[in-house]
């Protein structure tokens, strides 16, 4: 092995450790659904041992490959060591497979392609916990890379990531395999008249918003429209977040204008600039929740799902732009300023969890708790965090999984674990829940001014109520 290919080996391995370290530098991981996740991973090995009446795994084929990934390692290295596991498994997936595509057509830009894939690495949707959709995402980065690098063999050889892929989640394979369809046209057709493919698509896109409309309740605005840069993935907890997301933006106009200042009409052509722009439309025009039959609760966050996708097209839109001293500052700021606050936020999350712990910990084992961690003085919210904080000691009783249907673990109604109704369940969220006989025996977790504390709830309460009658 040459000293050139030692070297890089040696930079990339730097470079993964980098990434990983948001998965280690605090007690636990901090993403909403991640607690909702690992501990329904627990609740699965309870099904498959027979101690979890009423409770049964639906076999599905999507939105199940990080659950799978959490339900195995559990039992065999802890909840902590699992999670970070996965989840670093996952953040190295997405973010390699992001600098793999932004760097496909060209040269390795690390200015420009490591801050990218490092701050959208840690963006929303990872903060909100989505990762089946971010692992799938992260997949299908690799496969569409290897799809532009590569001839007809290498296009047939990278289909199974696809399947893997979907596994994970199905939006991502949707969006890349129709990428993958328009570029399979685009190629034989001359550049100069590719603008007429390029709005068709855009008419595709349109026409699917209008069919969704017909055929699904929906949520829709045209101010989906701001996200197509993919830079709001930094907007998170607080206005703080304006900062890094500022940062972020100017570096990527300043390059694009550069960019267009350069190539001019021929960057309508590129291909690179029509996937950006398609990915662009999609994030406009499809509806950003949409209610599906079979489900109880509304896919949602769609546009900001789609703007990540179109964050990563939009670098590598940008590869080939060399950077200079203001981009290359406005980048380090941005990464610097973003992190320093996820640590921040991270670390004041993590306070109040060994609280709840704590407080969890003096409750009746494997009794059922509700979970309303909530306030206007905390702008962050620990939606989940009391599945978390049950792992292995008691149920989440609004735990909102299996009510969902969208995930494998499912409940029958009156079972002693968990809501079998979404309609409860969202009760509980809002702070309208009544608590009914069959609840009982039921405690109540919930902040009390910059503490956690709990109690144990009566027939006929109010849970949005109980946390002031129980001050």
Same mark, same amino acid.
């Given at each position: 092995?040459?000293?050139?290919?030692?070297?890089?080996?040696?930079?990339?391995?730097?470079?993964?450790?980098?990434?990983?370290?948001?998965?280690?530098?605090?007690?636990?991981?901090?993403?909403?659904?991640?607690?909702?996740?690992?501990?329904?991973?627990?609740?699965?090995?309870?099904?498959?041992?027979?101690?979890?009446?009423?409770?049964?795994?639906?076999?599905?084929?999507?939105?199940?490959?990080?659950?799978?990934?959490?339900?195995?390692?559990?039992?065999?290295?802890?909840?902590?060591?699992?999670?970070?596991?996965?989840?670093?498994?996952?953040?190295?997936?997405?973010?390699?497979?992001?600098?793999?595509?932004?760097?496909?057509?060209?040269?390795?830009?690390?200015?420009?392609?490591?801050?990218?894939?490092?701050?959208?690495?840690?963006?929303?949707?990872?903060?909100?916990?989505?990762?089946?959709?971010?692992?799938?995402?992260?997949?299908?980065?690799?496969?569409?890379?290897?799809?532009?690098?590569?001839?007809?063999?290498?296009?047939?050889?990278?289909?199974?990531?696809?399947?893997?892929?979907?596994?994970?989640?199905?939006?991502?394979?949707?969006?890349?395999?129709?990428?993958?369809?328009?570029?399979?046209?685009?190629?034989?057709?001359?550049?100069?008249?590719?603008?007429?493919?390029?709005?068709?698509?855009?008419?595709?896109?349109?026409?699917?918003?209008?069919?969704?409309?017909?055929?699904?309740?929906?949520?829709?605005?045209?101010?989906?429209?701001?996200?197509?840069?993919?830079?709001?993935?930094?907007?998170?907890?607080?206005?703080?977040?304006?900062?890094?997301?500022?940062?972020?933006?100017?570096?990527?106009?300043?390059?694009?204008?550069?960019?267009?200042?350069?190539?001019?009409?021929?960057?309508?052509? @590129?291909?690179?600039?029509?996937?950006?722009?398609?990915?662009?439309?999609?994030?406009?025009?499809?509806?950003?929740?949409?209610?599906?039959?079979?489900?109880?609760?509304?896919?949602?966050?769609?546009?900001?799902?789609?703007?990540?996708?179109?964050?990563?097209?939009?670098?590598?839109?940008?590869?080939?732009?060399?950077?200079?001293?203001?981009?290359?500052?406005?980048?380090?700021?941005?990464?610097?300023?973003?992190?320093?606050?996820?640590?921040?936020?991270?670390?004041?999350?993590?306070?109040?969890?060994?609280?709840?712990?704590?407080?969890?910990?003096?409750?009746?084992?494997?009794?059922?708790?509700?979970?309303?961690?909530?306030?206007?003085?905390?702008?962050?919210?620990?939606?989940?965090?009391?599945?978390?904080?049950?792992?292995?000691?008691?149920?989440?009783?609004?735990?909102?999984?299996?009510?969902?249907?969208?995930?494998?673990?499912?409940?029958?109604?009156?079972?002693?674990?968990?809501?079998?109704?979404?309609? @409860?369940?969202?009760?509980?969220?809002?702070?309208?829940?009544?608590?009914?006989?069959? @609840?009982?025996?039921?405690?109540?977790?919930?902040?009390?001014?910059?503490?956690?504390?709990?109690?144990?709830?009566?027939?006929?309460?109010?849970?949005?109520?109980?946390?002031?009658?129980?001050?």
């Amino acid at each position: 092995m040459s000293e050139v290919a030692k070297s890089s080996i040696a930079a990339d391995l730097v470079v993964s450790v980098a990434l990983l370290i948001p998965c280690v530098w605090q007690e636990r991981i901090q993403a909403i659904d991640l607690p909702s996740h690992v501990y329904n991973a627990w609740l699965a090995n309870l099904i498959a041992r027979g101690q979890a009446a009423g409770l049964w795994i639906q076999h599905q084929w999507n939105n199940v490959l990080f659950d799978w990934m959490l339900a195995w390692l559990l039992p065999r290295v802890g909840a902590s060591a699992a999670q970070r596991i996965a989840v670093g498994a996952a953040v190295l997936v997405f973010a390699w497979g992001a600098m793999f595509l932004i760097g496909h057509g060209g040269r390795r830009n690390r200015w420009l392609a490591l801050p990218c894939a490092g701050v959208l690495a840690y963006g929303f949707i990872f903060q909100a916990g989505f990762f089946n959709f971010y692992l799938g995402l992260g997949i299908c980065f690799w496969y569409l890379a290897l799809f532009l690098s590569g001839g007809a063999r290498t296009r047939l050889l990278a289909m199974p990531l696809l399947l893997v892929a979907w596994l994970a989640h199905p939006m991502p394979v949707v969006w890349v395999v129709g990428l993958a369809a328009y570029v399979m046209i685009a190629e034989r057709i001359p550049p100069r008249v590719r603008w007429v493919i390029l709005a068709a698509g855009a008419v595709v896109l349109l026409a699917a918003h209008f069919l969704i409309q017909l055929r699904y309740p929906y949520t829709w605005s045209i101010g989906q429209a701001w996200q197509v840069t993919g830079a709001p993935q930094v907007l998170l907890f607080s206005a703080k977040y304006d900062l890094p997301y500022g940062l972020l933006l100017a570096a990527w106009l300043m390059l694009l204008w550069r960019l267009a200042r350069k190539q001019g009409r021929r960057l309508l052509a @590129d291909l690179r600039f029509q996937m950006w722009a398609l990915t662009a439309v999609a994030v406009t025009v499809i509806p950003s929740a949409i209610t599906f039959p079979q489900y109880a609760l509304a896919f949602s966050f769609i546009s900001l799902r789609f703007s990540l996708a179109a964050g990563v097209l939009l670098c590598g839109l940008l590869n080939e732009v060399e950077l200079r001293v203001p981009e290359k500052a406005l980048l380090m700021m941005c990464v610097v300023s973003y992190f320093g606050l996820l640590f921040a936020d991270g670390r004041m999350l993590n306070r109040v969890e060994d609280r709840l712990d704590a407080v969890v910990g003096q409750l009746p084992t494997n009794t059922r708790v509700i979970g309303r961690l909530r306030s206007i003085t905390m702008p962050i919210q620990l939606l989940h965090a009391v599945d978390r904080a049950c792992l292995g000691y008691c149920y989440s009783y609004a735990n909102y999984e299996p009510a969902s249907r969208q995930f494998r673990v499912r409940a029958a109604a009156g079972n002693p674990i968990v809501m079998a109704d979404y309609h @409860d369940v969202s009760a509980v969220e809002r702070g309208d829940y009544r608590v009914q006989a069959r @609840d009982l025996p039921l405690f109540l977790v919930y902040l009390c001014g910059a503490e956690v504390c709990a109690r144990e709830l009566r027939e006929g309460e109010v849970v949005g109520g109980a946390e002031a009658a129980g001050k």
